[in-house]
């Protein structure tokens, strides 16, 4: 289960129609600065959603990770069955537009408030790692997350969300089932994959470091050769 995505839900009987849409994003945007230390995703739920308002939706997602989801209901005699299909999903934004957002600024301090010290000391571990591979890469201390950046230009073939008591150690790698086997093999708790931003999730301990040192070096060399590619 995926414990720190949380999804905000408008569920409309009927046709799907502006003020659906608007109090869809509001659900998600009110949430989104509530708990600003969750990923958000708005979902809307309609018996109809048109083509007209399809392109709408699409139109947002291309800015706001939003699903939209067709319910039918069907009666068997004396019972009710519910299908679900969806109609748009969240989507798969590219590698510049994270990149390039505007991300408001934070300190190491806020981190380690928000997280723990202990926790931003293994993201100064594994920036060792990442030396290795661009000796010019320095953290970015972002809202959100800390990231990396080269002369004050973003670099985020990486990012890192230290919380209490672990880490969570984002690469940038396309989904491969050899990645997933290696991570299941490992003992490693890997959260779903994250496919808007295409990015492995894998919450650490500063046990794991020093278990599986090997391991998590290979996905920064990944991720790094991934990005200049």
Not at 14 to 29: F, K
Not at 47 to 71: K, W
Request: include cysteine; glycine fraction near 4%; hydrophobic fraction near 40%.
């Amino acid at each position: 289960m995926d414990t720190d995505r949380r999804y905000e839900v408008e569920i409309q009987l009927g046709r799907a129609d502006e003020a659906h849409i608007i109090r869809t994003i509001e659900y998600w945007d009110i949430e989104r600065k509530r708990f600003p230390q969750y990923d958000h995703c708005a979902v809307i739920v309609a018996e109809d959603i048109t083509s007209r308002f399809l392109n709408v939706i699409s139109l947002f997602n291309s800015s706001i990770p939003l699903i939209a989801i067709q319910m039918s209901a069907f009666r068997f005699e004396n019972q009710v069955a519910l299908v679900f299909i969806t109609v748009l999903d969240e989507l798969v934004r590219g590698l510049v537009d994270e990149d390039e957002e505007v991300q408001q600024g934070a300190t190491r301090l806020d981190w380690e408030t928000q997280g723990s010290k202990e926790t931003v000391s293994m993201v100064d571990r594994l920036l060792e790692t990442v030396k290795h591979l661009d000796g010019d890469l320095e953290l970015k201390y972002n809202k959100f997350y800390i990231g990396l950046a080269k002369d004050g230009v973003p670099n985020n073939f990486v990012i890192f969300r230290p919380k209490k008591s672990h880490l969570r150690f984002e690469p940038r790698l396309k989904p491969s089932p050899e990645v997933e086997k290696t991570l299941e093999d490992a003992g490693l708790d890997a959260m779903e994959y994250d496919k808007r931003w295409g990015r492995y999730r894998i919450r650490l301990t500063q046990s794991d470091l020093n278990k599986h040192k090997d391991l998590i070096n290979d996905l920064l060399k990944r991720a790094y050769e991934n990005t200049a590619l």
